[in-house]
Structure formats: C-alpha cells, structure tokens
C-alpha cells in the first residue's frame, strides 16, 4: 500500500487527488510551484513541498526537479494528474530508478501511445479499426488509396500540418485535379510532394471508452461523449455516448479492452475514437495514458472512484472490480468552467475569485479548486472548476445542469458558464444531435 | 497544509436535501478551518429551486487570506501624457523573442496600433498596443515582470 503520495500537479485535480488519497488514509504531499504555495490543494494536503518557480517549464515540467522534491518529501509513490508531465515516459522511468511508485501505466505503454501515428501503428497491431488511408508517393499510389478509402476523402500533406495542403475530395471525377494541386502545394509549403490520403468522415463523433487495467486483467467503464469542442479543446462530456446503437456500443467497448490487453495495460486510460455520426463506423484514434479531465462523468454513472483504482493498481494490487460489478446507471454531463472571456474570442481571464458560488444539491458534483478568495493564477489552464451533473436519463441531467448553471456565480473573473448555458439551450445539444462541428455552429449571438 | 475537508461533496448534497425538506433556507458551518454557506438561490419563475455553497478555506495558508503577490504602486499619470496599460494579467516582454531588439525604447516615437510589448497569460501571447501616438517618456516595468491588468507599463507624451 502506498504511505505517502506526492501529486505533481496543481488545481483542481490536484485537490480531488488529495481528497482521494486522505479518505484512502495515505498521507499527502503537494508538490507546488511557487504560484501555487497557498492554493487550495496546498491548503487539503498534509505537506506541501516546493518544486520551482512559477512558470511550469521550471517546476510542473521539469523531470529533475520533480523527482528532487519527491525524494525530498519521502513519498514513495507519485501521482502525476493530467497534463504537465502525466505520459512523459521520463518521469515514469525516474521514478522507477528511485524506487517510487508511478501512478500511471509501464513506460512501455506511455512509448507505444506517445504520439498518434505510433498508437495508429499499435492499434491496427492490436485489431483495432484505424481511419482508412496511407501515405502516397506519387499519383499512381495516391490513386490507389483513394480506391482502398473511398469517398469522401481528404489529400494531406505528409510533412504538414495546420491544414496546409489539405484538400477534400468528393467524388472520382475531381480525384486526379486534386493531386495535382496537394502535392503541387506539398512539394511548395514543406519541400515534400508526398501526401496522405484519408477516408474523410464529414459529420464525426468523439467519443472514448473509460479502462481500467492491471497488467494482466482489463475492463471497460463505458462510453464518454466530447464532440463538443472548440479547438480540439473539451468544452461538453457525457457518459455514456448518447444515440449509439447498442452492438456499436459493445464494439467500441470491446475495442478499447482489446487494446488495454494487448498493451497489458496497467492503471487507467482513455481509448479515443472518431465515430461517424451517420453510420456509427468507428476508427481508433489514440489512447490517453493518465486520468483525463472529464473522468468524473464515468464516475456519476459508475460509482466507481476512479482515483482510487489508480491508486490501488499503482501499489500493486489487482483489479478488484469485474466487468459484470460495472453497472452504469443514468446519464452524467461534464461542463468546464474555465476562466475565460468567451464572447471576447475566449480570452483568458486569471485572477482572484472575490466569491464563487458554486451550485449544489442531489445530482451535482463540483470539482474545483476556487473557492472564496481563491486565485486563478495567469501561469498555468484556465480550467476554475467541472461542474458535473446526474441524472435518471439525459433530459434530466440536462434539466440539472440548466437549473445548476443558474446559480453558479463567480465574482473576480469572467467564466465560460454562460456559454454553458446556452449550450445546454440549445435544441441540437437536448436532441443529443452532436457531432464535432456544434461549437462551429453554435449561434451565440 | 492544515486544512481538513470532512464533509465530502456527498454531505454537501445531504445537507441541501435536509434543508429542502425544512422551513431553512440557509445553512452557515464556520469552523476555524472552513466556512461553509449553503443556500437557496432566489427562485426565478418557474425554474423550480437552486441551492448554492460557498466555501471559505479560513486557515493562515488559505488562499483568502494570501494577499496579490505583485503588489504594484499605480503612480499618477502625469499632466499632458497617456499611459500604456496592461490589457490582462501576466508576464510583459518587451520584445517579440528572447534575444531579439525591444519593440519600442524611451524616445521612440508610436502611433496607436504601434506595439509596444507582449503579455503572456496562461501560455497565450498578448500584444500590447500603444492605443496612442506620441513618444515613450518613460517605461516603467522590466522584460519578463508579471504585472495586474491595468498596470501602467508606459507613459506616453
């Protein structure tokens, strides 16, 4: 068992870690920056040792000096939270040669998902359905792709990025046209004619299955829905995935524990995928080596602490919970309340909280770590709190989630609540009609 | 570091269906670790009830009782000159990049969509605009200070 926890990590969650760790009787130190000695997860935990200055490069992320502060402070195991250094397969390994506990996956599994085309690799290794497509190197190949993907489909750039080059393709006719000019801008923009062809999914969902593994055994904790975004940035969770047909819920479930198997996974994980809103064909995209923001929505509808299993699992343990112990009841919707100007191009908007009136009652959770007085400090996210609600079905989680917003006040800095709440307004969001262009869409007037 | 939450979010929600059921529409716990108010919000038409907490962390290492680190004088504006502020809190840069020339000096003359320096504010990069023409008298905060919204960083004339 774990006797002493260092969390390297701040805000929120390194406060709900906290929590976690005292209900669990494990003593707790918090390894803070600077801008973060007198925040309310410094306030929870038993000790608080100081890693770095304030900018994250000198403290959250720097492996040498979080290592240095969880010698120092005597913990034997580490949590890293998420972000900052949560997959860096160097703290993993530094902790191993210390002889401290890493509250994550082997730094195997950190290397096989540490970037998108080595998880591509590993997930199609592991059975998993991938977006269709390949590289080309010329026309002729490229025309084969297109054949194998079908349409529509997307031209991009192998060497680039940020839509340089990318071209969609509807149909056969315009195919060849379309080369052309996506390696004519390949070979302009990068000095590489070579192009990418994939299957395009013109209205797609992100949803992502919740695991929990061992190293030996795995399971799943269902599906989580985050289409909404802006940015490739979460705004809206849900769990489960609403409107999906039932034998494509158990295929992507089963998917994601295939793949936490294969991995001989050991801790818990997020395996994403693009699912098509019309078809529900589904294609892995990547894993999520570390506990992520939204894991609280899986939480409502699981009664699972998923801290806890992290913890457990990390001090060698086996999986105690089975997959027939996880009966998901209810719907649960995540927002982040971030402090962020929103009708300002969401500018950011740190400060101090003169007073933060968050909701309550049956079927909300807040996690937070602003509370009167506290401070959103302009180093790090703006992520001030998750507001999660908790329902028999979606309707009424959405019902909640309205009346919970109306209370919510925050004093001291803007938030995005009031996007929440139209967003929770809006007729497409309470049809569950979502797919990962709502937010472009949305008329928030 | 001596704080103490024993009431979990579960007897949050516990106290609120208690209340719900009484004639109390307010609940005030103060202990000398945390203040906790829960109350009914003022019920708009129709919208059925809403209960809010407010929780206060009253300990010498509470994040209330910490006070704003920065801590700048605002000087007085001198007559006849226009300040430069700072648009939102975080680190000023005078310059785009580290090593590279200043946007603007003392003596260098601006025009109101001139740029005189960069914010950083939770990794995004500001630009700070003169948002007046005239010279730079004076500049008031180094390259990489943090400073509060509305600090004066330049004096223009």
């Known amino acids: ?445 | 570091m001596k704080g103490d939450l024993p009431l979990s979010p579960e007897d949050v929600n516990e106290i609120v269906t208690i209340l719900k059921g009484s004639q109390y529409d307010r609940l005030d716990i103060r202990t000398d670790r945390y203040r906790l108010r829960v109350s009914r919000a003022d019920a708009g038409e129709g919208q059925g009830e809403g209960w809010s907490q407010a929780w206060s962390l009253e300990d010498e290492a509470s994040p209330a009782g910490a006070t704003a680190q920065s801590g700048q004088e605002e000087i007085p504006v001198p007559e006849g000159m226009h300040a430069i502020r700072a648009p939102l809190p975080g680190v000023f840069y005078r310059s785009p990049a580290p090593g590279t020339a200043y946007f603007v000096e003392v003596g260098s003359s601006v025009e109101a969509e001139s740029n005189v320096g960069i914010i950083e504010t939770m990794k995004l990069f500001n630009p700070v605009p003169a948002a007046c023409a005239g010279e730079i008298a004076e500049i008031l905060v180094e390259n990489g200070a943090m400073v509060d919204a509305g600090a004066i960083l330049m004096l223009v004339k």
């Open chain 1, 1 to 445: 068992m774990i006797r002493r926890l260092l969390i390297a990590n701040r805000g929120e969650i390194a406060f709900r870690v906290i929590r976690t760790a005292k209900r669990l009787g494990i003593e707790t130190v918090l390894g803070a920056s600077e801008a973060d000695l007198n925040s309310a997860a410094a306030w929870l935990a038993d000790h608080i040792v100081k890693v770095g200055p304030a900018p994250s490069a000198q403290s959250y992320l720097d492996v040498a000096k979080v290592i240095a502060a969880t010698k120092l402070s005597g913990a034997d195991a580490l949590h890293p939270g998420y972000g900052f250094l949560s997959e860096n397969v160097g703290l993993a390994r530094a902790c191993a040669e210390a002889g401290i506990a890493f509250v994550g996956p082997s730094s195997s599994s950190l290397e096989a998902m540490g970037d998108k085309l080595m998880a591509r690799k590993v997930g199609i290794e592991a059975g998993l359905p991938v977006v269709p497509g390949g590289e080309a190197g010329d026309k002729e190949e490229a025309r084969r792709r297109a054949q194998e993907t079908g349409y529509p489909l997307l031209l991009k750039a192998v060497s680039g990025g940020g839509g340089k080059g990318m071209k969609r393709v509807d149909n056969e006719s315009q195919l060849d046209g379309q080369i052309d000019l996506a390696m004519a801008e390949a070979q302009a923009s990068f000095g590489d004619p070579r192009i990418y062809v994939e299957r395009f999914i013109t209205s797609g969902r992100h949803i992502e299955v919740q695991v929990l593994g061992d190293g030996v055994n795995a399971i799943h904790l269902g599906t989580r829905d985050c289409s909404i975004q802006r940015r490739f940035q979460k705004l809206v969770e849900e769990a489960p995935a609403a409107l999906l047909p039932d034998d494509k819920r158990t295929a992507i479930e089963q998917a994601a524990v295939d793949l936490a198997k294969f991995l001989a996974y050991r801790g818990a994980g997020t395996v994403e995928f693009l699912v098509d809103a019309v078809t529900f064909d589904f294609y892995f995209l990547e894993m999520n080596a570390r506990i992520q923001v939204e894991h609280p929505v899986t939480e409502a509808i699981t009664g699972v602490d998923l801290i806890e299993q992290q913890l457990l699992v990390a001090a060698g343990s086996k999986l105690a919970l089975t997959q027939e112990m996880i009966r998901p009841r209810g719907h649960a919707i995540e927002v982040r309340i971030n402090a962020e100007n929103w009708r300002e191009d969401f500018q950011p908007s740190p400060g101090r909280a003169a007073s933060a009136k968050w909701p309550a009652g049956e079927g909300i959770r807040v996690d937070t770590h602003i509370f009167n007085g506290g401070l959103v400090p302009p180093f790090y996210d703006s992520l001030a709190g998750k507001l999660i609600v908790h329902g028999n079905d979606r309707a009424e989680a959405i019902e909640r989630l309205t009346a919970a917003l109306s209370v919510f006040e925050l004093e001291g800095m803007d938030s995005t609540a009031g996007l929440h709440a139209i967003i929770a307004a809006d007729p497409r969001f309470r049809a569950g009609d979502v797919d990962t262009r709502f937010f472009g869409n949305l008329n928030n007037g």
